[in-house]
């Protein structure tokens, strides 16, 4: 049930010492306590195996989220909500002091008893986790219980549907909340804003006026010191089978009928549906897979991906994907949908560019004039906006066409402060809305899609590999993918 006003709730999070929550999730439970978003009747208790007492672990959440240990009284009383508790997961004493510690803070800050477990731990532990905050009563309480999950949902759909079942005998689906941090990002939830509430958009998307979408997604950064995880997971699990079958879910889906989260839902749901499942025998005309070599990123030598920690040096792991999807519908036969990923490419960038068909006839060309086609382009990050690539009248004499855009951006609205993706998602799930969270159906469809490709690649060595340089756009054969069909990646 969905909660209009400031929620409260304890929160308990495993992973509490991570990468994760110390990068996102005290700066996001920050942002919302300071903009009065969560009411003051929230506590936070972390769990992890190092023994940190609560004036340690309130030291750290005050560095996470001023970068300094002390000294602003915003940031002092934010952390007074914090405890801490060293734990193991697979202890039922752990569990029962929990349990203890849980239920006075419940009473403390008056909660209503609403909890929610945060799983920002490796997943190996997700299962473990749900299955004992059942069995060691964390569960039986009188306001709502609800369970956070990071990502990876499983590593394949078989290990995924394990896990479902395992977190699903301690939680309803409807009290599972699966993070996908790209849901929670200010322009893919313009997405759908965009297409549903624009005349002039909605008619023209389909196939009828629309030559192929391309959806971009590049990182400077290489694995860091996730090595030990990406090894086993590559971009393909890492970036495709969530984030990006995201984005194309709501970029093909059809009006929903109300904008709650069942109906969008149900048709992210029947996009995933109609992909075109490829066989394993076909995978190279569908997929690209790539791996960085060293290279200059930013005037600095970097290692290639075989040279980081924890990386086998002789790594068949892509940490590059292309791939072209095809959805099997009326709306959208005929229309490829490209995709692309990298870790160490030459910039940081999130981009949808929507391609529509030529006109009819060129009437320029004559006088040698190329016209190009009108592109919407989607900006998702760094920079947040719109921009609409049209032809219009050089200006003089005579009837010569240039291209011109038309610019939206977000950044540049005076004022604005775009929540961090966490922030919203933190906020959603505390108050009950599963709009931007994935649910077990589109999950199950993702990762049917994914497998096929995993197989190919899994049982055959890449012997180009490594076959792009750190710094730069990808492997050549990128390029093919799209000039098979007569495009090229726009990179605007
Ligand atoms: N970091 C990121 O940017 C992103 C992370 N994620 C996901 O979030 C989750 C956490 O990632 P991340 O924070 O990077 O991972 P880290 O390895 O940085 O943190 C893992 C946490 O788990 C704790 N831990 C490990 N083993 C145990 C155990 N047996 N019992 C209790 N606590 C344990 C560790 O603390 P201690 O050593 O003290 O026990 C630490 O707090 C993963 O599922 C990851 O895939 C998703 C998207 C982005
Ligand atoms: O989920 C993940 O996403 C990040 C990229 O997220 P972004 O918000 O910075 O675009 C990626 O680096 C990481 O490998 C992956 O696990």
């Known amino acids: 049930m969905m909660t209009k006003e400031n929620p409260t709730s304890l929160i308990v999070i495993f992973g509490a010492t991570g990468d994760l929550a110390k990068r996102k999730l005290y700066q996001s439970l920050y942002r919302l306590y300071k903009n009065g978003s969560i009411s ?12 940190l007492t609560n004036e340690d672990f309130r030291a750290n959440v005050a560095k996470s989220v001023n970068g300094a240990a002390s000294g602003n009284a915003d ?8 405890y801490y ?3 193991d997961v697979t202890s039922s004493e752990s569990y029962q002091q929990l349990k203890s510690l849980s239920s006075s803070l419940d009473q403390e800050y008056q909660t209503n008893g609403n909890r929610m477990f945060y799983l920002a731990m490796a997943p190996e532990f997700f299962g473990t986790i749900a299955s004992n905050l059942k069995a060691e009563g964390l569960t039986d309480t009188t306001g709502f219980k609800r369970l956070v999950i ?19 005998g301690a939680f309803h689906e409807s009290e599972i909340y699966r993070i996908d941090h790209y849901l929670g990002k200010e322009m893919v939830q313009n997405i759908e804003v965009i297409r549903f509430a624009n005349a002039l958009f909605e008619p023209l998307w389909n196939n009828r ?4 979408i391309q959806i971009t997604s590049s990182e400077v950064l290489g694995v860091e010191d996730r090595g030990r995880y990406y090894e086993n997971s590559g971009a393909l699990r890492d970036m495709v089978q969530n984030h990006m079958l995201q984005m194309v879910a709501l970029l093909a889906m059809e009006p929903p009928i109300k904008l709650n989260p069942e109906e969008i839902r149900s048709e992210k749901v029947k996009v995933l549906r109609a992909l075109r499942q490829i066989d394993q025998s076909e995978v190279d005309q569908y997929f690209v897979r790539g791996q960085y070599s060293a290279g200059m990123i930013e005037e600095e030598r970097v290692p290639g991906y075989r040279e980081e920690n924890s990386v086998d040096p002789a790594s068949n792991t892509e940490t590059y994907v292309a791939g072209k999807l095809v959805i099997d519908n009326f709306r959208w036969a005929g229309v490829p949908i490209y995709i692309r990923t990298g870790k160490r490419m030459s910039s940081k960038s999130t981009k949808v560019v929507v391609q529509f068909k030529d006109i009819p006839m060129n009437l320029y060309y004559n006088r040698g004039e190329k016209v190009d086609p009108n592109l919407l382009v989607i900006h998702i990050q760094p920079d947040e906006g719109i921009t609409l690539h049209l032809n219009a009248k050089k200006s003089g004499k005579d009837i010569t066409t240039t291209p011109i855009k038309l610019d939206y951006s977000n950044n540049c609205i005076d004022g604005i402060n775009t929540p961090e993706a966490y922030e919203r998602l933190i906020f959603d799930a505390m108050r009950g809305d599963m709009t931007n969270f994935t649910h077990w159906d589109e999950v199950a469809l993702s990762w049917s899609f994914i497998d096929q490709v995993s197989k190919a690649w899994e049982s055959t060595t890449a012997e180009d590999f490594p076959n792009y340089e750190a710094g730069s756009v990808g492997p050549k054969k990128a390029d093919e993918l799209l000039k098979r069909d007569g495009f090229h990646w726009w990179n605007v």
């Open 150 to 168: 990071e990502k990876p949902f499983g590593h394949s759909l078989p290990t995924a549907k394990e896990l479902n079942e395992e977190i699903r």
């Open 75 to 82: 940031v002092e009383e934010f952390s007074s909500h914090f």
């Open 209 to 212: 006026y629309i030559s192929n």
């Open 85 to 87: 508790q060293p734990f």
């Open 40 to 51: 003051k009747n929230f506590a936070v208790v972390g769990v992890a195996r190092r023994p």
